[in-house]
């Protein structure tokens, strides 16, 4: 018996090793202080708080959606550079790229991957913002990062819209022109917009087709060759620059705003 | 039997009648008054939100969709690639909504106990993160990888034909998240339902925090102690949004005309469209002259009504109905409650003018794209 509880595991014999020590600062952690310092010494779980309520590690509680927002964040970004690496944002390619990458591919399922993990999330999104709203988790002083949250929502939809395009069939282009010819309509600065018309000096109007939001947006008159590469420099570079830059605030926030929201 | 089934969902899923349905089931649901909740207590409509409640439910959007699939017009629509994820909302939504209101009435009876809620733990009884939360998440995390594996594997991801700009399919639909923009498309010009709308949902809902003074419920589940702001935001969100947006995928086909789930999609379907701007009703049909030349004559009724709309009515709400409430919140969140209430009561209102009178436009200057 006393042989048995000498004898260590080779998870044990890992876990006290130099080089498992060195890279995650602590062994495999035992006592309540050993469990702490796994997460504060971890660059990725420090996100998380040390300690916890109860109720914030309930799954009825938290519907877990908000990690998952994250999660298919991180997944739609790996499957995403996977998927650069086969498509060309060109009208001459960009299809039959899209077909390569089913047909001669292996792992021919990350566009599927990509395409179901970006519809996912919208709707993960959307839950992880019921959960919040039937928790009032948004009231003081909460109030500044459910904004962050509602932007990062519409982030998200706007990625999911840009990324639409790429596949250059005719769900896409269809689905961008019905999409984008509401920017026509901008008040003012769409050439279609009220107020629009205004805008001019003498005959000459300043907000024409070829001038307006419009055709900042897609890059041309109509959905074409410009707004391809315009939609994949937003999907891939532009947007999810900006969503990491409001993901770092949101999470920074929940932690600085008291950690999750309980009742008192 | 299933003949007569489809025939009364068809029916029952003209825009007219869901969305009246819907609205009017809305507020007995999510009871914003004590009037409101004793219908639903008299109704039985609280029995939703019981284990009960959510299994009889589940069964019928099964049997709805189990339907579609079988039937040969709707099936078409339902085996759209990119229409599962419609599938998949209507189940979670309607789970999570279940979930978030079951729970909420559980503390709502507590509370009445003198009871605290039921997620309230002693504050120093916590938990470690390690391992309790990250294998949660892990195991979380791994699911939802074997899910849209699994997703992945059996629904290709759809791929029409190459792009041409030659060919404009019939209809022509945005994707499933702005359905909901789309359809509000045929009661609000674009520069309404495609930038002012979508902006005011936006700013809306960043707006909540600031608006919303109620301090109870704060984190955990309740319905009694936040009725008013719950109701709002439902109404908001699942009426005005979701049903828009199954309503867009489901029940809109060529030129964008209402199709029932189990019709087939006519395209020379003839829909009578004799749309008429309030300009017309007022000068031709009421006074009997013809149009004036001057636009802002001609428009001069529409103008009274959507200013007394958006400035008088505040103003008059705020010396009568509403008084106690301005006090309460103050000037400038009382403002912005008015304006994006109305905003957002704006588009029902709209849809049930153009029902009921064949209203086009409040206010139509096509000269200047400034319709309302």
């Given at each position: 018996m006393a042989e048995k509880q000498n004898k260590k595991s080779i998870l044990q014999t890992l876990g006290e090793s130099q080089v498992w020590k060195s890279i995650i600062r602590s062994g495999v952690p035992h006592t309540r202080r050993q469990r702490m310092h796994a997460?504060?010494?971890?660059?990725?779980?420090?996100?998380?708080?040390?300690?916890?309520?109860?109720?914030?590690?309930?799954?009825?509680?938290?519907?877990?959606?908000?990690?998952?927002?994250?999660?298919?964040?991180?997944?739609?970004?790996?499957?995403?550079?996977?998927?650069?690496?086969?498509?060309?944002?060109?009208?001459?390619?960009?299809?039959?790229?899209?077909?390569?990458?089913?047909?001669?591919?292996?792992?021919?399922i990350m566009r599927e991957l990509h395409r179901w993990a970006a519809h996912a999330m919208v709707l993960v999104v959307w839950l992880h913002m019921l959960r919040v709203f039937m928790t009032g988790s948004y009231k003081p002083p909460r109030e500044f990062n459910w904004g962050v949250g509602v932007l990062l929502m519409t982030m998200?939809?706007?990625?999911?819209?840009?990324?639409?395009?790429?596949?250059?069939?005719?769900?896409a282009i269809w689905a961008v022109t019905v999409g984008s010819n509401m920017?026509?309509?901008?008040?003012?600065?769409?050439?279609?917009?009220?107020?629009?018309?205004?805008?001019?000096?003498?005959?000459?109007n300043l907000v024409h087709i070829g001038s307006d939001v419009r055709f900042a947006l897609i890059g041309g008159r109509f959905v074409g060759e410009a707004t391809l590469l315009r939609f994949y420099v937003i999907h891939c570079i532009a947007v999810p620059f900006i969503m990491m830059i409001f993901m770092a605030v949101h999470f920074w926030r929940i932690r600085k705003d008291g950690g999750i929201s309980g009742p008192l | 039997m299933l003949e007569t089934i489809k025939h009364t969902v068809d029916y029952l899923s003209?825009?007219?009648?869901?969305?009246?349905?819907?609205?009017?089931?809305?507020?007995?649901?999510?009871?914003?008054?004590?009037?409101?909740?004793?219908?639903?207590?008299?109704?039985?409509?609280?029995?939703?939100?019981?284990?009960?409640?959510?299994?009889?439910?589940?069964?019928?959007?099964?049997?709805?969709?189990?339907?579609?699939?079988?039937?040969?017009?709707?099936?078409?629509?339902?085996?759209?690639?990119?229409?599962?994820?419609?599938?998949?909302?209507?189940?979670?939504?309607?789970?999570?909504?279940?979930?978030?209101?079951?729970k909420a009435y559980i503390n709502d009876e507590r509370i009445e106990q003198g009871l605290k809620p039921s997620e309230y733990n002693d504050p120093d009884d916590k938990v470690l993160v390690w391992p309790d939360l990250v294998y949660i998440e892990f195991i979380a995390l791994i699911l939802f990888t074997v899910f849209l594996v699994v997703w992945s594997i059996l629904v290709a991801a759809p791929l029409e034909e190459p792009a041409n700009p030659a060919a404009t399919p019939n209809p022509s639909k945005a994707p499933w998240y702005f359905l909901g923009l789309q359809e509000m498309l045929v009661y609000y010009d674009p520069w309404i339902a495609g930038i002012l709308l979508p902006l005011f949902c936006i700013l809306g809902l960043m707006a909540i925090p600031y608006m919303d003074i109620n301090k109870k419920g704060d984190g955990y589940?309740?319905?009694k102690e936040?009725?008013?702001?719950?109701?709002?935001?439902?109404?908001?969100?699942?009426?005005?949004?979701?049903?828009?947006?199954?309503?867009?995928?489901?029940?809109?086909?060529?030129?964008?005309?209402?199709?029932?789930?189990?019709?087939?999609?006519?395209?020379?379907?003839?829909?009578?469209?004799?749309?008429?701007?309030?300009?017309?009703?007022?000068?031709?049909k009421l006074l009997g002259t013809g149009l004036p030349d001057n636009i802002l004559l001609r428009e001069v009724v529409g103008f009274i009504m959507v200013g007394v709309y958006l400035f008088i009515l505040p103003i008059i709400l705020a010396k009568t109905w509403l008084k106690d409430m301005l006090e309460a919140y103050g000037p400038i969140r009382f403002v912005s409650l008015m304006v994006f209430g109305l905003v957002m009561l704006s588009l029902p209102l709209k849809m049930y003018f153009r029902w009921i009178f064949n209203l086009k436009y409040f206010i139509a200057i096509p000269e200047f794209f400034f319709n309302i």
């Open positions: 997460i504060l010494g971890s660059v990725f779980l420090h996100l998380h708080p040390a300690r916890l309520p109860k109720h914030a590690v309930k799954v009825g509680y938290t519907w877990c959606m908000g990690g998952l927002s994250f999660f298919l964040f991180v997944n739609l970004t790996i499957t995403g550079i996977l998927l650069m690496f086969y498509y060309r944002p060109t009208v001459e390619y960009a299809y039959t790229d899209v077909i390569d990458l089913t047909e001669q591919v292996p792992l021919g998200t939809m706007f990625l999911s819209f840009t990324g639409y395009l790429l596949p250059w069939d005719q769900l920017a026509r309509a901008h008040p003012f600065i769409g050439h279609e917009g009220p107020g629009a018309s205004l805008l001019a000096i003498g005959d000459i | 003209a825009p007219t009648i869901s969305f009246s349905i819907l609205t009017v089931v809305t507020p007995i649901l999510f009871p914003p008054t004590d009037w409101f909740d004793n219908i639903n207590r008299k109704l039985g409509f609280y029995l939703l939100w019981t284990k009960k409640g959510c299994a009889v439910a589940m069964v019928v959007i099964t049997a709805f969709f189990a339907i579609g699939y079988m039937d040969k017009n709707f099936s078409v629509i339902l085996m759209k690639g990119d229409n599962f994820p419609i599938v998949l909302m209507v189940y979670s939504i309607f789970f999570f909504t279940w979930l978030g209101m079951h589940y309740s319905f936040r009725r008013v702001g719950i109701f709002i935001f439902m109404y908001g969100w699942i009426v005005l949004w979701l049903f828009l947006i199954v309503l867009g995928t489901f029940f809109r086909g060529p030129n964008w005309n209402f199709y029932g789930p189990f019709e087939y999609w006519d395209a020379h379907k003839v829909v009578a469209l004799n749309n008429v701007n309030l300009s017309e009703y007022f000068w031709v």
